[in-house]
């Protein structure tokens, strides 16, 4: 992470989320800290680093997602040349999930 973003408070709010139980206290939490369209964005990014790391191409992820493809491009970055932080999850998440 940045080190510009790392202090105390950062450190706090990041040991509550793990301290989370379960998808419906993630609801409650996100659904108070967030905006609808701060929580949409995330769950977009999120749906096009695991298609790009299903190998799915630019197009085909612009009309699954709607994402644009400067977004797709900075997923890609990220995946790419990143802290694997996006790898992180999508491996531990594994096939649980659809994409």
Known sequence: ???KLRDPQMDTLFKAILGLKDVEECYRFFDDLCTVNELRSMEQRFHVARML?????????VS????????????????????????????????????
């Not at 790391?53 to 992820?61: F, H, M, P, V």
């Not at 400067?70 to 990220?78: F, K, P, Q």
């Not at 996006?86 to 994409?99: H, K």
């Open 53 to 61: 790391a299903q190998g799915s191409i630019y197009s085909d992820i």
């Open 64 to 99: 699954k997602t709607g994402a644009s493809t400067a977004t797709i491009s900075r997923v890609n970055r990220c995946l790419n040349y990143g802290n694997d932080g996006y790898r992180d999850a999508i491996e531990r998440l594994g096939n649980d999930e659809s994409v």
């Open 1 to 3: 992470m940045n080190d």
